[in-house]
């Protein structure tokens, strides 16, 4: 936090000033045709990067442009999504109210991507935030696929037999998820018959290791279904496709990387399941009205010491300096887990067979070909997620899941206060803090008058994710919104848009207190 204020310090002095806004990014790009160069190139979290060149890029010949509230509010609010839980008989049987989800990117094309859908053979819904890295592939593949493995893991028995034999006889098949999606939400029909070839495989083989009555465990469940589709994205790649399209696909897909961070609520039931540095905040509203974070998932990097320990031990001592480099995992990859990255997983004969074997597009790709240094005992990596179980209670009232690009930008605490006050509407005032900034009696005038016209006012959005995000990218050092910094952090270039920031991604999910009272009674 403290190196992101000092950046923010900086750029927005002079030098931002004579930045050109750019044109509008691409949001759903993973076109093979698109011209973004993107796609295939790393980012911050697949390889340290530094391009002192461009650090303060600027232009004699570019005219300064600042955005205008209204454009300001069509860049914040074009990827918004907002979902409501139908009522019946005027009344909410859900322990979950609705939700919202926005995105905003960073990265051209954008790599996080997001999900959301309601189980319908079994209870509960789902939400999900998968962060790519590498390129989109490998959270495109996520978004697409994970909720169907998740979905057939939780079926009973006799529904999975139903499913069967509908596909063994022609017959139409049952829906098991109703998705809440953003039209930008992309959906490959060209992997679809693959995809749904791959999903078959899974529940045949759940068939033949269940029998009937047999209910599944949750937790179980998650774990089961997020190791399966990361084994079927790197079978999926090592057997490559005859419909050269698809055998690309596959192969971007596996080389890239994602991690995921998902929830399924059912009931007064929340099950967290976190493979990489996505993250779940509970919003838990305490007696005085406040809101105080409640953290629901472990960032696996090298910020958690658990985690550096477990890498370590699967590995011989000989390799206990080089596993974790840099606070990296092989001094390359911040997350310690994730989907994909099989340049992570792969014995180096497998890579190099694979790659051998694939499109020439392949060949021209330097980060494919790339093996990681000190690569001894493969694999490095896994997708194994860890799960956590919250029965939820009245108090509980929200749950915000968040890539990390919304983490390094605001602490969880503050993420809950700003979610609980828009809401509900009632504010806790907090006296002002400067920082150990010089401020004049006049200045702090003109901040308790900002404040107050901020609290009289209605809200601009009516989208909590949008909201947020709002705060995350425009927050000045005094914790308000400052049209200026928002509008220069949202004209920056794309060559220096992640350089101070992260792809954001957020979904709030909010709770029904009287439901989930009831519930518990």
Not at 251 to 270: E, K, M, P, W, Y
Not at 449 to 468: C, G, M
Not at 488 to 496: A, Q, V
């Amino acid at each position: 936090m403290a190196v992101t204020c000092q950046l923010f310090r900086v750029i927005f002095g002079r030098e931002l000033g004579q930045i050109w806004a750019p044109a509008i990014l691409c949001q759903t790009c993973c076109q093979f045709s698109h011209p973004c160069k993107a796609a295939n190139q790393p980012n911050a979290k697949s390889y340290p990067r530094w391009h002192p060149s461009r650090a303060y890029g600027t232009s004699a010949a570019r005219p300064t442009y600042y955005l205008t509230p209204p454009q300001v509010n069509s860049i914040l609010k074009a990827n918004e999504y907002s979902f409501k839980v139908p009522e019946f008989d005027g009344k909410n049987l859900s322990s979950v109210m609705g939700f919202d989800s926005n995105q905003l990117p960073a990265n051209a094309p954008i790599e996080d991507r997001r999900s959301a859908a309601t189980c319908l053979q079994t209870r509960g819904m789902l939400y999900g935030v998968f962060d790519g890295h590498a390129g989109c592939a490998c959270a495109q593949a996520l978004s697409e696929r994970l909720f169907y493995y998740i979905a057939v893991s939780l079926l009973p028995y006799e529904t999975r037999v139903e499913l069967e034999n509908a596909v063994e006889s022609g017959r139409p098949l049952q829906p098991i998820l109703q998705w809440h999606k953003h039209p930008n939400d992309y959906f490959s029909r060209e992997a679809s018959r693959l995809y749904f070839s791959s999903l078959r495989t899974y529940w045949q083989e759940l068939l033949d290791l269940s029998t009937a009555g047999e209910q599944p465990d949750v937790a179980e469940a998650l774990v089961s279904a997020f190791k399966r589709l990361d084994n079927d994205i790197s079978l999926e790649a090592q057997v490559g496709d005859p419909n050269a399209f698809l055998h690309y696909w596959v192969l971007r897909v596996a080389f890239s990387g994602a991690t995921a961070c998902v929830a399924h609520v059912d009931g007064n039931d929340l099950h967290i399941a976190n493979t990489g540095d996505g993250r779940a905040v509970l919003g838990v509203q305490e007696p005085d009205g406040s809101f105080s974070a409640l953290t629901l998932s472990s960032d696996h990097n090298a910020q958690n010491e658990a985690e550096v320990r477990r890498v370590r031990a699967e590995h011989p001592r000989a390799e206990a300096k080089t596993v974790v480099k840099q606070d990296r995992l092989l001094g390359l990859l911040m997350p310690f887990r994730a989907f994909g990255d099989v340049k992570f997983k792969w014995s180096i004969e497998l890579q190099r067979r694979v790659l051998e074997s694939g499109p020439d597009q392949l060949h021209e790709n330097e980060h494919a070909k790339f093996i990681p240094p000190n690569y001894h005992t493969p694999p490095y990596l896994t997708a194994e997620p860890e799960i956590t179980r919250h029965r939820l209670r009245p108090q509980d009232r929200f749950l915000v899941l968040g890539s990390d690009g919304l983490w390094e930008t605001l602490h969880r605490q503050e993420v809950v206060r700003i979610v609980g006050e828009y809401l509900t509407g009632v504010h806790q005032q907090q006296p002002i803090t400067v920082g150990g900034y010089k401020v004049t009696l006049g200045q702090m005038q003109g901040l308790l008058q900002e404040r107050k016209a901020r609290i009289s006012s209605t809200f601009e959005d009516q989208n909590a994710a949008t909201h947020l995000i709002r705060h995350a990218v425009g927050s000045n050092e005094f914790g308000t919104v400052d049209h200026e910094r928002l509008s220069k952090m949202l004209s920056l270039p794309e060559e220096l848009a992640r350089m101070y920031r992260d792809d954001i991604t957020v979904i709030i999910v909010q709770f029904n207190p009287h439901v989930i009272g009831a519930q518990q009674k």
